[in-house]
């Protein structure tokens, strides 16, 4: 009879299957350890009753999938800004920037991102260039979906300075439910488009402002792909 094969006997199958599950499960962001952890300890301690142990099994899984952290691959031709963010489209129109920056006070086009619980919360780099501040306001912690979210809720904003000159900003902006916004870029430091700088926890929304006469190329209601969803093109 013949011996049916093992894994051991097919290292190249095993690799693939590997391979295979990496590029299909999204790794997952390091925030998101104490949460997965702490739904695995509940679901370690209360082993012996099947709803607790359930439970902190669901707890954790749920926590993987919301601190997901996807690999993207962002446009290669030059002058593209790209979404900072998963989520819907809520807002395009003109605004001024926050004003903790001190800039001019003079109308920016703007794009706002709603990010439901659903959607990965990791925030990109929407362009390429150099952190030239970073700014934290306290706030208001009211739906992140409505317009004035934008000047009443708590914040996190960074602006970018590109090298031929453009600067984008992109902002933070807490949620109804998201009460922590994490940011990992300071000034001095080089971004490029794309990279990874950011996270809030647990629904919240990304604006992100271009130079005068920039032309948005999204609308409202369209879904966005962090890293890969071109927003505008800088002239």
């Known amino acids: 009879m013949a011996r049916r094969p093992r894994?051991?006997?097919d290292p190249g199958g095993l690799r693939h299957l590997t391979e295979l599950v990496r590029s299909t499960v999204p790794p997952m962001h390091q925030a998101g350890l104490p949460f997965v952890a702490g739904g695995l300890s509940v679901a370690l301690l209360g082993r012996k009753h099947t709803w607790v142990r359930g439970a902190g099994l669901l707890a954790a899984g749920a926590c993987a999938g919301f601190f997901r952290h996807p690999h993207r691959v962002p446009p290669t031709r030059p002058g593209v800004v790209v979404a900072p963010a998963d989520g819907a489209v809520c807002l395009v129109d003109t605004a001024s920037p926050p004003p903790e920056l001190d800039l001019p006070d003079t109308p920016l086009p703007r794009v706002s991102i709603f990010m439901s619980v659903f959607d990965a919360h990791v925030q990109r780099a929407p362009v390429s260039g150099e952190v030239l501040e970073v700014?934290?306001?306290a706030g208001q912690f009211g739906s992140a979906d409505?317009?004035?979210a934008s000047e009443a809720n708590e914040r996190n904003?960074?602006?970018i300075r590109?090298?031929?000159g453009a600067e984008v900003i992109a902002v933070q902006i807490a949620g109804l439910?998201?009460?922590r916004i994490i940011c990992d870029t300071r000034p001095g430091d080089h971004l490029a488009i794309g990279d990874t700088y950011g996270l809030i926890r647990f629904g919240s929304r990304l604006d992100t402002y271009f130079p005068v006469g920039t032309?948005?190329?999204v609308s409202i209601g369209q879904r966005m792909v962090a890293g890969e969803t071109v927003l505008a093109e800088l002239s």
């Open 146 to 148: 409505r317009a004035e």
């Open 7 to 9: 894994a051991a006997d």
């Open 215 to 217: 032309q948005p190329l």
């Open 177 to 179: 439910v998201a009460r």
């Open 135 to 137: 700014l934290h306001r």
């Open 162 to 164: 590109t090298a031929d």
């Open 157 to 159: 904003s960074v602006r």
